[in-house]
């Protein structure tokens, strides 16, 4: 008998995927603009660094949430005391209300239905054990996010099957909305073709919206709830939304996640399963004023998407001066960028030796495709919000470098073949003209 569990000495995490193998290549070198300006780039973590002076300002402005007071009262020993599990009332109607904004106020959210878990991470494995057994499996559109190999398997022993499925036991569909790692919105025909598959095989449906406040472009992000809604099914009580602040507000540390369904049964499950990984008092008492200061919300969600569109931008323009196109985007924190013709080959390996030369002579750390499930390799997700504009134009750089090193190589490698062929061609013809003159003696 072992000492510990299979649990522990497993190797399912998902940890020996490339997408977590360059961070820990970063951590190992991690760059800085004056400790260590050789560094690596972190350009493989999505996280939003673009607004924290709004938030800095607003908390300036508002020491009273910051220190645990409440009409110059201090309420530091209510907060201290145990909380129910349920959340604190004033936040979850903040937190709804603030969701409500980010859709453009088309859909409202009932507060009861809401479950406040530590992070998206926790919100999704809640859902996974609430509605799947060990072995059913949940379908998920590729690519998709490379943490949904541990979040969503890794403890609950629930599947994921990639694009089709055919199994009997299909328990529900995945999405995210806006995508990550393409950086787009669904259409409304799509959200309504999802609706109708999973009434139909009366299975669930997952829509990870944590990048709903981020839509920086045309065209709007719709919600799968106003889906639901234009079709008379609000209260359905198969599709349930995960979200949380740590892409919307730039909060990842703070972790703040939710679930929402119409399922009491759910919201039941999920609530009792949440005192694994509750929000501290301390945070949602802070996050409950700031939410509800309307004129605050406004501000911050137009200024936020202005610079992510004005970010995003700076990396494409960037990448085309290397020759580098994207996919077009409209969301996210990120772009999936087209690296196809820096392979060597049409081949995964291929993809793995490119990635492996950005990331120890480029020093970029991006996500490989692969890492995503893509289908089709030279495609990665490049990240732009997580560092500072002088670090993004020295990451350009440093890629532009190195595309164009790639195009001196193979333009020497052709010459060379050119060469070869030519000087081949001479010999053939100097050996046949000789055997002509030899035949004619």
């Not at 979850?92 to 009861?112: C, H, Q, T, W, Y």
């Not at 259409?187 to 999973?198: A, Q």
């Not at 289908?375 to 532009?400: H, I, T, Y």
């Amino acid at each position: 008998m072992g000492l510990l569990s299979r649990k522990a000495t497993c190797n399912s995490h998902g940890q020996d995927s490339s997408y977590f193998l360059g961070w820990l290549e970063y951590e190992k070198n991690p760059y800085h603009h004056l400790h260590n300006p050789n560094g690596i780039i972190q350009m493989g973590l999505a996280e939003n660094q673009l607004s924290f002076d709004l938030l800095e300002t607003w908390l300036a402005k508002n020491p009273e949430a910051v220190g645990c007071k409440r009409d110059g009262q201090s309420i530091f020993r209510e907060l201290a005391l145990f909380q129910d599990y349920h959340g604190l009332p004033a936040f979850k109607k903040a937190l709804v209300d603030f969701m409500a904004e980010i859709r453009g106020n088309k859909v409202s959210f009932e507060p009861n239905n809401i479950v406040l878990t530590a992070g998206a991470t926790s919100a999704n494995e809640t859902l996974m054990f609430c509605l799947a057994e060990h072995g059913d499996a949940f379908l998920l559109p590729t690519p998709y996010y490379p943490g949904f190999d541990r979040d969503l398997k890794w403890r609950t022993g629930v599947q994921i099957v990639p694009i089709h499925c055919t199994s009997s036991n299909l328990k529900g569909i995945l999405i995210t909305n806006p995508s990550n790692p393409l950086g787009t919105t669904m259409t409304r025909p799509e959200l309504n073709l999802l609706i109708n598959f999973i009434t139909d095989k009366q299975i669930h449906l997952i829509s990870d919206e944590i990048y709903s406040g981020t839509v920086f472009n045309s065209p709007s992000f719709i919600t799968i709830m106003e889906a639901l809604k234009d079709m008379n099914m609000e209260k359905n009580n198969r599709v349930h939304i995960v979200y949380s602040l740590s892409k919307d507000l730039g909060l990842p540390g703070f972790r703040v996640g939710a679930i929402y369904s119409n399922d009491p049964t759910v919201v039941s499950a999920a609530v009792k399963m949440s005192s694994f990984g509750l929000v501290s008092s301390q945070t949602q008492y802070l996050l409950s004023v700031m939410l509800s200061d309307k004129k605050f919300r406004n501000h911050y969600i137009v200024k936020n998407q202005n610079r992510l569109l004005k970010r995003q931008r700076k990396l494409v323009s960037g990448l085309e001066k290397s020759g580098i196109r994207c996919l077009e985007s409209n969301a996210g924190l990120f772009c999936w960028v087209d690296m196809r013709h820096l392979l060597s080959s049409d081949a995964f390996e291929a993809e793995m030796e490119l990635w492996e030369r950005i990331i120890y002579d480029v020093k970029l750390n991006i996500s490989p495709g692969s890492s995503c499930h893509c289908n089709e390799p030279g495609w990665f997700r490049v990240c732009f919000a997580n560092m500072s504009e002088d670090a993004l134009e020295l990451a350009m750089q440093r890629l532009k470098s190195f595309v164009g090193s790639i195009k001196k190589h193979n333009h020497q490698e052709s010459e060379k073949l050119r060469k070869e062929s030519h000087i081949g061609k001479w010999i053939f013809r100097l050996s046949f003209q000789s055997f002509n003159e030899q035949d004619q003696r």
